[in-house]
């Protein structure tokens, strides 16, 4: 694994922190109320799905906006808004550990009949209880900075990236802080991060934030931000880190067999742990989540072009790439161009597998249908042709078990006329 203390040095081989900020992060106690709050308020989250079952809202399944006030009030940083019909973007602290709790995969989302529950991942749950405070914070963390994604929490993907944002948002900061007077002037910090970045530096005890009262119709109330010792040390370091390339760093922990803890879909645990483990050995071990196996038997699909569908089974060892023929073959469409599946996997983010032609996206012709470990009740977007973008909504409606007699492609039930795909003149065009 070559010398730990290495990472420590730039390529002029000077120290990327000064002693004093080495002492500190010595120093630096870490429990649930130390440097920040977030163990403890990520518990208060956990705890609350252990106790109630949460049906989560809308396509980008969010926290329902029933439950908001309640949680808020539990954390260690309740808000005061007074938005008439706040939702869980309105409580940046909300949001900020929801997408940690899902881009973690502690939790999932679980269809029962047409509701969709959060629900804990009892793998994941038991791993999270044999952590001690500072692995639960690492690996948070690294949550947060290496794996989480915009659109576990229904925001457009963000081509920066968290790391990049919140390194921006600290260069903006003087030594002695921001003042906000009006609420125009805070806007500013959502821009540059986010303001559930922002509440989440405060979280992870990077910087303070004084709240004010919200005004009537208006939300979180920002009127100063500070950066703390120990996130200046913190930034400096997962600046340099970030200057070596994320990427690099993942597969070099690949090549030193670092203690890691590996997920099928990509995550891993404990891949930065070289670079803190110096000042924190309490670091030892990683959230282990639960393996992603094979799901075998009928796929029933209902494929809808707007109020014309089809009903089809496919086998679980049918290529994605397949299952795109079917689907045109069902619409009687032809193969001549491009096409993306879309659909969120069990993190909450955005997946997108393409034609094997597209080389921007993963190839639909490297998964089998049951290697995608889809849930039912899961929405797949299908677009085809980006010309005329045709545009056709996929439910997994069942998973039955393997049968011979469904062991081919088949469609089951067909309802409405397939459209024309392509008009063949003017003529046709006006009469459309």
């Not at 303070?208 to 400096?236: C, E």
């Not at 009740?377 to 393997?402: A, C, H, Q, R």
């Amino acid at each position: 694994m070559g010398n730990i203390f290495a990472h420590l040095f730039s390529d002029s081989n000077e120290p990327v922190l000064t002693e004093a900020e080495q002492k500190l992060l010595h120093e630096q106690t870490i429990n649930e109320k130390t440097p920040g709050t977030i163990v403890h308020d990520f518990q208060v989250l956990i705890d609350l799905l252990q106790s109630t079952t949460i049906e989560v809202s809308g396509a980008n399944q969010l926290l329902p906006m029933k439950m908001l006030a309640e949680l808020n009030s539990k954390l260690s940083h309740p808000i005061d808004i007074k938005l008439k019909r706040p939702v869980q973007k309105s409580y940046p602290y909300i949001n900020g550990l929801y997408l940690l709790l899902r881009a973690s995969a502690i939790c999932h989302i679980q269809t029962k009949g047409k509701k969709q529950l959060l629900v804990l991942d009892e793998t994941a749950r038991q791993s999270w209880l044999t952590l001690n405070a500072t692995e639960r914070y690492f690996n948070l963390l690294e949550t947060w900075i290496m794996w989480s994604n915009h659109d576990i929490i229904g925001e457009s993907s963000d081509f920066l990236g968290t790391l990049s944002r919140c390194l921006y948002l600290w260069n903006s900061i003087p030594n002695e802080g921001l003042k906000y007077s009006r609420y125009e002037e805070q806007n500013y910090l959502s821009y540059i991060a986010e303001y559930h970045n922002i509440a989440l530096l405060d979280l992870f005890g990077f910087l303070s934030i004084q709240h004010g009262y919200a005004q009537p119709n208006k939300g979180w109330r920002i009127t100063g931000v500070k950066r703390l010792p120990f996130g200046d040390a913190m930034i400096k370091l997962l600046n340099y880190i970030n200057n070596q390339g994320l990427h690099k760093i993942i597969e070099a922990s690949d090549e030193e067999e670092l203690e890691s803890e590996f997920d099928e879909n990509g995550i891993k645990f404990g891949v930065l742990k070289s670079y803190f483990q110096t000042y924190f050995p309490e670091w030892e071990n990683n959230l282990v989540l639960s393996e992603l196996e094979f799901a075998d038997g009928i796929y029933i699909f209902k494929v809808s072009l707007g109020n014309i569908w089809r009903r089809v089974s496919v086998p679980a060892n049918l290529q994605l790439c397949d299952f795109a023929d079917i689907i045109l073959d069902a619409y009687d469409f032809d193969y001549e161009h491009l096409y993306e599946f879309k659909y969120k996997d069990r993190y909450g983010s955005i997946i997108k597998l393409g034609h094997p032609y597209m080389r921007q996206l993963e190839s639909s012709e490297d998964y089998l249908i049951g290697e995608l470990c889809l849930q039912t009740s899961v929405n797949i977007t299908f677009i085809y042709d980006f010309g005329d973008s045709w545009k056709f909504n996929i439910i997994l409606e069942k998973i039955n078990p393997m049968d011979i007699a469904l062991a081919e492609p088949k469609i089951l039930e067909s309802h409405g006329e397939a459209p024309v795909q392509y008009y063949q003149d003017d003529e046709d065009w006006e009469e459309e």
